[in-house]
């Protein structure tokens, strides 16, 4: 019953007046009903109804049906003929429909999407690029720091060695000092948000780009089915979150307290020595 149901297009219910009681009629009936409704392919139901009364109780009462008498089979016949018929020049628009639409779909959005995915991997690569470019630069603040320090340090011991202190002079040596190594610290600071920042930003057009190839392969794959608010919610997350993280960048995550410290150190300096 099931195999023949599937190599079928066309469904023909035979109702009499016995047919409600017929224990193999209901379940060729159900089994019929269920499979129609759950194919993807269009399939036609059709109820020869012989008795009208018997059509009341049955679940065939949803489809369009035929009444006819048993004593003329040859208008039965036709109208049999002339509903198939029908039904298959309906069938046979919607899978024309159906051919252009994916066509349509198919060489409207194949440029787009083409596109869009080379735009999103060269978005990637140079958030990547700019990620390390942004690490080495921090890591470069912070070597850079460093030997300032060992060099300020020796410069120091020199001075401490080879001439009387000015303790004047060492503590404005000292402030400046350590002003240049905030300087440095805070541009360290920001290259590696700035690094994590374009690191973000790749990962989320990696998240895109695999998004939309979802979306093409099955665009590919349902092309003469899906319709248009499926194609709209396949293809809804591919540019999710659309501002760019660099937007919600922060300034004030860069920490300018050291500075501010030291420029008030500068100030209370100065004064002191013009008093």
């Known amino acids: 019953m099931l195999k023949n149901l599937k190599n079928a297009d066309v469904f023909i219910a035979l109702v009499t ?33 012989l008795d009208k009364e018997a059509l009341n109780n049955s679940d065939l009462g949803v489809f369009q049906a035929l ?49 869009t995915i080379e735009d999103l991997k060269a978005r990637e690569k140079d958030g990547r690029q700019l990620s390390s470019r942004w690490h080495l630069a921090g890591y470069g603040a912070l070597v850079a720091s460093v030997i300032f320090v060992l060099t300020l340090w020796f410069l120091a011991e020199r001075s401490f060695v080879q ?29 590696f948000l700035m690094a994590k920042t374009h690191q973000l930003e790749a990962l989320k057009n990696a998240d895109r780009l695999h998004a939309i190839s979802f979306g093409k392969f099955y665009m590919r794959v349902f092309s003469t089915q899906i319709s ?48």
């Open 17 to 49: 007046e016995h047919s409600d009681k017929s224990y193999y009629f209901n379940i060729e009936v159900a089994g019929a009903i269920s499979y129609v409704t759950n194919s993807n392919r269009s399939k036609l139901v059709l109820p020869v109804v």
């Open 67 to 115: 009444f006819a008498r048993s004593n003329d089979m040859t208008n039965l016949v036709n109208k049999i003929v002339n509903a198939i018929s029908r039904f298959e020049g309906a069938r046979v628009a919607q899978e024309e429909t159906k051919e252009i639409r994916a066509k349509v779909l198919k060489d409207e959005s194949a440029d787009y999407i083409s596109e």
């Open 163 to 191: 001439s009387p202190l000015d303790t004047t002079r060492l503590i404005f040596d000292a402030i400046k000092g350590v002003t240049v190594v905030a300087l440095l610290l805070g541009l360290a600071r920001y290259s």
């Open 228 to 275: 248009q608010s499926e194609l709209k919610e396949v293809f809804q997350h591919w540019n999710t979150s659309g501002a760019s993280d660099l937007s919600h960048l922060d300034v004030d995550k860069i920490d300018s307290r050291f500075i501010e410290l030291f420029g008030k150190i500068s100030e209370r300096f100065d004064i002191k020595n013009k008093s």
